[in-house]
């Protein structure tokens, strides 16, 4: 049963919509899929069509601070927070209680594995887990990759939105090399493809080619397309919004692409534009392998895209090609 965080700590990237949507997709096709809302602004739990996130008790992150009090035994099970939605997907809601749960994390023992603890007993009802995370790679979105198996990082088709590509890769590479070692990355998913710019167009192909052999970049592409917001506007997944849309029948296409890569034998068969990739897909994910640990002295600036172009990726991912 794989464990997805949905992740990248540029905001306004798509991360959001593409959980709701890609958790309805998996759904159709049969799957039993859970959503966790780990964001404090709730967006998902909101696009999910929880009208008052505020109410929400106990959320995930009342679910937290009690872990990290080492109250969890005797309040509320994480099974009580569970929620269905409009669109008839479960979910594990947010609110503002998890900012305040964030800070309980800090001084708690084995904080980056809080999360991982309270979805352990959920693992065997369900067939997929898909976690929003916030836009950060703080300690709430540390705990998300030690919980997951893989990650999907939604990358919006702008360059700005690129730079910061090579220091999630970094953080990864960290996670994998000191908490989790079987995290993967399932692959980078183009969002918010605006095929009429020239801008758009440059930005898809220098991500395809920079990681070509290095990342799994999904083939699915996400274009702007101004149902998705209003889809989020009523509460409802793109599927019930819209089912004939094109951003419908791209999350879809993301689901069978998923399925593959996690090797789940029951995956929709795949569309004619997809047969060529067959093989490439099976032998995904593509691991992190384990990044040097850094001599210390004065702090390096911060990666960007153009560097871990530059560099053909070894220094974040270690493989050499």
């Not at 947010?94 to 964030?102: D, G």
Request: a negative charge; hydrophobic letters at 45%; aromatic letters at 4%.
């Amino acid at each position: 049963m794989p464990i997805i965080a949905v992740a990248n700590q540029k905001g306004g990237v798509g991360k959001t919509t593409s959980t709701l949507n890609l958790g309805a997709a998996l759904q159709e096709a049969g799957k039993h899929v859970l959503l966790v809302d780990l964001d404090p602004q709730g967006n998902l739990s909101i696009a999910a069509g929880i009208v008052d996130i505020d109410a929400a008790y106990p959320s995930i992150g009342d679910l937290l601070a009690l872990a990290a009090r080492g109250r969890a035994a005797g309040g509320p099970k994480v099974e009580d927070a569970i929620v269905k939605s409009a669109s008839g997907l479960d979910i594990i809601p947010s609110n503002a209680a998890l900012s305040a749960a964030e800070i309980g994390l800090v001084s708690a023992l084995n904080r980056e594995s809080m999360l991982a603890t309270l979805l352990k007993p959920l693992q065997t009802h369900y067939d997929y887990i898909l976690i929003d995370c916030l836009p950060s790679l703080g300690l709430l979105a540390i705990n998300a990759l030690r919980a997951a198996n893989g990650i999907v990082i939604p990358v919006q088709a702008d360059f700005l939105a690129i730079q910061g590509l090579a220091q999630i890769f970094e953080t990864i590479a960290a996670v994998r090399e000191q908490l989790n070692p079987d995290l993967n990355i399932f692959g980078v998913l183009l969002t918010l493809v605006d095929q009429r710019t020239a801008h758009s167009r440059d930005v898809v192909k220098l991500v395809r080619s920079s990681l070509l052999g290095q990342v799994n970049v999904f083939d699915t592409e996400v274009r702007l397309h101004v149902a998705l917001k209003e889809s989020a506007k009523a509460g409802r997944s793109i599927l019930d919004f819209d089912d004939h849309s094109p951003s419908a029948t791209a999350y879809r296409s993301l689901a069978r692409e998923v399925m593959a890569v996690c090797g789940d034998a029951e995956c929709l068969p795949l569309e004619s534009s997809m047969e060529e990739t067959v093989e490439q897909l099976l032998e995904l994910p593509v691991l992190v392998a384990q990044a040097p640990r850094p001599e210390r002295g004065p702090k390096a600036p911060a990666p960007s895209f153009a560097s871990f172009v530059a560099e053909g990726g070894q220094r974040w991912l270690g493989a050499s090609y």
